[in-house]
């Protein structure tokens, strides 16, 4: 009973003009009540436990090699003069890449007027954050002095594409942070309900960030009006973000980066690979939350439509990226050429593309291949093949200077990342993992208030 | 013995150059202390001096005072360069035997980590069925600098007379500049670098590029503090050969040390060049082509065996 009431009061909250009979209004709140026993956040099971342990050790080792790093210097790691920038380099763009998706889930298909997508925002946003701070720190493990960080703030020249990315990633952090907030207050309000269940000072918590909202009828409409505006300013921000990334590499003279694509055939990878951490994670949550009645079969049949082409367009822009210069075999970009398509990295190459891009095209193609596990698995392909993809958009252009690499120690000529290179990645990657994982365990991993909101508005 | 360097040094920088400089060298750091007193008796031991009008005098060292160490430029005069000069590189390819003289006297003079090369010295073949020569490449100290375009704190800088210097006191350690470097001419303190002390807990000076700082980037400076006292850069000097000359494009002069050339008529007669024009970087230093050389190609082969092993 007890409940019924509290659930009144979410529904007054969320149908501001009071449009549903009191009859119907019951109902409706049984209805609600089990919608919200479903999607509140859970405790980590055993497997949850050993997940987050797991993830831990390998950040406290990719600590001790940035520790190691520090202490030393760039010479724990392989990079040399001429490969000087490495895994870190290519772990950067793989993150900004996997970022953008936020924008693409939320706000891209809410303006678009979308509504299936509605129970993915929440992990969109979630991934969008992770990712994008760990962008930010990476970029801070790769610089020689990292103590002179706050140099790019009072001395950055407007004139350097790091500077514009500076900008970017910082706007597109905020932004990314107040889209993953302001949707969250309303389910703040539900969770503060359930002070009992919830821990004392996860409740202090949520009471910190979310008290104030009432879910009066004006609060709403401000929250509706500042979504909008996000949403809305977040698409160029994201655009910008990746293509100024891509730019750190087409402002220069190197054969495989000197190329006027590499703005749109970022952005068009960045969009695959943030849907197909997506749908990675919408898996693994609704297995490890039993969420399998919000995020339904067709779910997972539309994200793979929406994989396919993704998948198809980025294809395109490296037809675009690699066909006219393999057509032309200029001097200067032979040997890179011949490296990719036949040489030391063609098998990672051919990886890249096959598995990153045409399996799980052909494996979603077909009806059957929409189902859950398929793309899932479509999904992690999608992922492994992006960050080997970011690895030879950095490393082989490097290895090919235009003068030779010659009156240098052997060690300069070769590229293979050293432990703590390893380490520093891997723990970068466990930890966005990890800030997923926690951001899933404090708030629900679907909108509750909005599954609440459409579920009415289907009834009616 | 580093203060006793300095103290060297002062002595050149009164004006009078030390003809004999053998003798300025072996005087003792005491006698110069002495001499700065009032009322110094004559030691009665001589010194050669070569005055300002090109005589060579005798001078009683106790009455020789030392000037005060001159304190290196200061940043914001390092950044600005020396006003109405332009300077410029001519590489002679067809005197280069791969010596690598340059590259021993530039390492040294920088106290670059050992390992590290600023100067690189490269076989060169343009295609299969053309001869193979020696490139050595140097910092080319562009007027359209990529390096300095991408550098996002002002690190890397290009001064009113040409030279591009580094301050490792603002670089951040990004490396971007060495992406857009299209020479490869940059080179990275990837660690600490493995310099005496002494040499390391100096102040920095972009126009000495002392000390080498862990984490930062280095190049070569066109060594701007010579150039700074008139005179030439350490490899120039170093080289016997008389591959590089170096001058002022506005005095249209350049000189190997030995031989000094009329900058136009060289690269004009010479069919001088710059590398990779195309880009757009306009460098300032120039190529001689190999041609007519002095040594044939095969007598640099052993030399680059020993240092490339």
């Not at chain 1, 724990?76 to 920038?85: C, F, G, I, K, Q």
């Not at chain 2, 020479?183 to 670098?193: C, I, L, Q």
């Not at chain 2, 041609?291 to 490339?308: A, C, I, W, Y």
Request: hydrophobic letters at 45%; aromatic letters at 12%.
């Amino acid at each position: 009973m007890e409940n019924l009431i509290i659930n009144e009061k979410i529904t007054k909250g969320q149908l501001p003009k009071n449009s549903v009979s009191i009859a119907n209004h019951k109902i409706i709140s049984i209805a609600d009540e089990k919608i919200i026993s479903d999607l509140l956040p859970q405790k980590f099971g055993k497997a949850g436990k050993i997940w987050v342990g797991v993830l831990t050790a390998i950040c406290l080792v990719g600590l001790y090699a940035y520790y190691r790093q520090l202490r030393y210097g760039l010479i724990v790691t392989s990079m040399r003069d001429y490969v000087s920038w490495g895994i870190y380099i290519s772990n950067f763009v793989f993150f900004v890449a996997i970022s953008l998706v936020g924008s693409l889930i939320t706000a891209v298909f809410r303006l678009a007027g979308v509504k299936w997508g509605s129970p993915l925002t929440r992990i969109a946003e979630i991934i969008a954050v992770a990712a994008i701070i760990f962008a930010s720190l990476i970029i801070i493990v790769d610089m020689g002095s990292p103590e002179r960080f706050y140099y790019l703030f009072i001395y950055g020249r407007i004139q350097s594409p790091i500077i514009w990315d500076v900008i970017v990633i910082t706007t597109y952090f905020f932004i990314s942070i107040l889209l993953l907030y302001y949707p969250l207050l309303p389910d703040i309000q539900i969770l503060l309900r359930f002070k009992q269940s919830t821990g004392k000072r996860l409740y202090r918590f949520y009471s910190f960030i979310g008290s104030f909202w009432k879910g009066t009828p004006e609060q709403f409409r401000l929250s509706e009006k500042a979504i909008n505006i996000l949403c809305i300013t977040i698409i160029p921000v994201a655009f910008t973000i990746h293509t100024v990334t891509s730019w750190l590499f087409a402002t220069t003279y190197r054969p495989g980066w000197d190329s006027t694509n590499f703005g749109a055939y970022f952005i068009s990878g960045a969009f695959l690979v943030g849907a197909g951490a997506v749908v990675v994670a919408m898996y693994i949550f609704r297995k490890a939350q039993h969420l399998e009645k919000y995020i339904t079969e067709d779910h997972f049949e539309k994200m793979g439509r929406v994989l396919v082409l993704l998948a198809l367009l980025y294809l395109y822009f490296n037809m675009n990226e690699f066909l006219t210069p393999f057509f032309k075999m200029k001097e200067s970009e032979a040997e890179y050429l011949n490296g990719l398509f036949s040489g030391n990295f063609a098998p990672l190459f051919w990886f890249a593309i096959l598995i990153g891009m045409i399996v799980p095209t052909l494996i979603l193609l077909f009806k059957k291949g929409r189902k859950p596990l398929p793309v899932f698995i479509a999904g992690i392909m999608v992922v492994v093949g992006a960050w080997f993809k970011r690895y030879l958009i950095v490393t082989p252009t490097l290895l090919h200077p235009f003068l030779p690499m010659h009156d240098v120690p052997e060690s300069y000529r070769h590229y293979f990342p050293s432990w703590e290179e390893w380490a520093i990645t891997l723990g970068s990657l466990a930890g966005a993992m990890l800030i997923i994982t926690i951001l899933a365990r404090i708030f629900p991993i679907i909108p509750i208030q909005e599954t609440i909101t459409e579920q009415h508005e289907t009834t009616k | 013995m580093n203060q006793e360097n300095n103290s060297r040094r002062d002595f050149l920088l009164t004006g009078i150059a030390a003809a004999t400089l053998a003798v300025g060298c072996n005087s003792k750091k005491d006698a110069f202390e002495a001499g700065a007193e009032d009322g110094a008796v004559a030691s009665g031991k001589k010194i050669k001096l070569l005055s300002v009008d090109g005589e060579v005098i005798e001078v009683d060292e106790a009455f020789l005072k030392p000037v005060p160490h001159l304190p290196p430029v200061s940043n914001t005069e390092a950044r600005i360069g020396i006003p109405g000069k332009k300077f410029v590189m001519v590489i002679d390819l067809s005197r280069c035997k791969n010596l690598k003289h340059c590259q021993s006297a530039c390492n040294h003079a920088h106290d670059l980590n050992p390992g590290e090369n600023w100067i690189k010295v490269d076989p060169m073949q343009s295609a299969d069925h053309t001869a193979p020569y020696w490139e050595p490449t140097t910092c080319m100290h562009c007027d359209e600098p990529p390096c300095v375009k991408v550098c996002p704190v002002d690190a890397t800088f290009k001064r009113e007379d040409g030279i591009v210097l580094i301050d490792s006191d603002r670089c951040i350690g990004c490396r971007f500049c060495m992406a857009a470097c299209p020479y490869s001419a940059r080179v990275f303190n990837w660690g600490e670098p493995d310099i005496l002390a002494e040499v390391a807990n100096q102040l920095y000076s972009a126009e000495t590029s002392i000390p080498q700082k862990k984490g930062t980037v280095g190049k070569c400076d066109f060594c701007a503090d010579m150039t700074r006292e008139g005179m030439l850069p350490h490899c120039v000097s170093a080289c016997p050969n008389g591959v590089f000359a170096f001058g002022d494009m506005n005095e249209d002069t350049v000189t190997n040390g030995t031989e000094t050339f009329r900058f136009s008529d060289l690269i004009r007669d010479k069919a001088g060049y710059r590398l990779m024009e195309d880009l757009g970087t306009k460098p300032s230093v120039y190529y001689l082509p190999p041609v007519s050389r002095n040594f044939p190609f095969e007598s640099g082969l052993e030399n680059d065996k020993t240092q490339n092993s």
